[in-house]
C-alpha cells in the first residue's frame, strides 16, 4: 500500500458544529502532516507529527485540534469554525523526512463552513 | 529554508518537452532542491530531488547550474496529464524545521494538444 488515505473527501459544517478529519497510511511512515490550501494558494503547513508526537505547530487557531492516535492514523478535530476555514485539507505522510523518497499526500478533504 | 522563484504559468505543446525554470539565489551549501506537482483537485506529488548532479527518473531530469543557483525541471515529452502546478522547494535535512515542506506560488504548466 504505497497511499495516503483521507476521508470524507468532502464537508459541509456549520459553524457550531463539531467534525473529524481523518488520515491513514500502511506505510510505516514515522511523521505525518496537515496542510491547508485555499483555492488557487500554496499548501500552507499547519501541524508536524514525528512519531506521533506533535512537533511542529505553525500557530494554528485551537479550533483545529490535531490527534495521533497511532502510527497509522491522523485525525484532525474541528470545532466552532469560521467560514474563512473553508478550504482543501492536505494529509501527507513520510519515511525520512520526506528527503530521499518525498512526501506521500493524500487526495485531501475539501471542507465547506456555512 | 532557501526562497524560490518561479515563472508564474507556462504553456507547452503535448509532445514537447516542458522545461520549468526555478532560480534559488540564495541556496545553502547543504540545501537541495526538490519539485512536487499538484495536479487539480489531488494532493501534491513529489517528483524528483537533487544536490548538485543532475538526476533523472522515470517522471522528470533535473538539470542543476554549477553555481547551484538556479535549477531545471524537465518534463522529456509533456502529455496533457501533465497540466499541473509545478512547485520548487529548497530545504536542508535535519533539525525539526528540516522537517518542513514549505511550498511557494509555484508554475501553473498548460499542456497544449
Known amino acids: 500500500d504505497t497511499e495516503v488515505t483521507q476521508t470524507p473527501k468532502h464537508l459541509v459544517m456549520g459553524m457550531t458544529n463539531k467534525k473529524s478529519l481523518k488520515c491513514e497510511q500502511h506505510?510505516?511512515?514515522?511523521?505525518m502532516y496537515w496542510y491547508k490550501q485555499k483555492a488557487k494558494k500554496p499548501p500552507e503547513l499547519m501541524f508536524v507529527y514525528s512519531y506521533e508526537k506533535l512537533s511542529i505547530n505553525e500557530s494554528v487557531p485551537s479550533r483545529f485540534s490535531p490527534e495521533c492516535p497511532n502510527s497509522s492514523l491522523l485525525n484532525l478535530h474541528l470545532h466552532a469554525l469560521q467560514p474563512e476555514d473553508s478550504a482543501l485539507y492536505l494529509c501527507a505522510s513520510s519515511q525520512d523526512g520526506g528527503f530521499n523518497y518525498g512526501y506521500t499526500f493524500g487526495s485531501g478533504t475539501r471542507l465547506t463552513v456555512v | 529554508d532557501a526562497k524560490t522563484t518561479q515563472p508564474t504559468s507556462m504553456d507547452c505543446a503535448e509532445g514537447r518537452a516542458a522545461n520549468l525554470p526555478c532560480n534559488h539565489s540564495?541556496?545553502?551549501?547543504?540545501?537541495?532542491v526538490y519539485w512536487y506537482r499538484q495536479i487539480h483537485s489531488q494532493g501534491p506529488q513529489y517528483i524528483i530531488h537533487g544536490l548538485k548532479n543532475n538526476e533523472t527518473n522515470e517522471m522528470a531530469s533535473l538539470i542543476i547550474t554549477e553555481d547551484r543557483k538556479s535549477s531545471t525541471l524537465i518534463l522529456p515529452h509533456a502529455t496533457l496529464r501533465d497540466t499541473a502546478v509545478y512547485y520548487c522547494?529548497?530545504?536542508?535535512?535535519?533539525?525539526?524545521?528540516?522537517?518542513?515542506?514549505?511550498f511557494g506560488g509555484g508554475t501553473r504548466l498548460m499542456v497544449k494538444p
Open positions: 506505510m510505516g511512515h514515522r511523521a
Open positions: 540564495t541556496i545553502s551549501g547543504n540545501e537541495y
Open positions: 522547494i529548497v530545504r536542508a535535512p535535519g533539525g525539526n524545521a528540516g522537517n518542513m515542506l514549505t
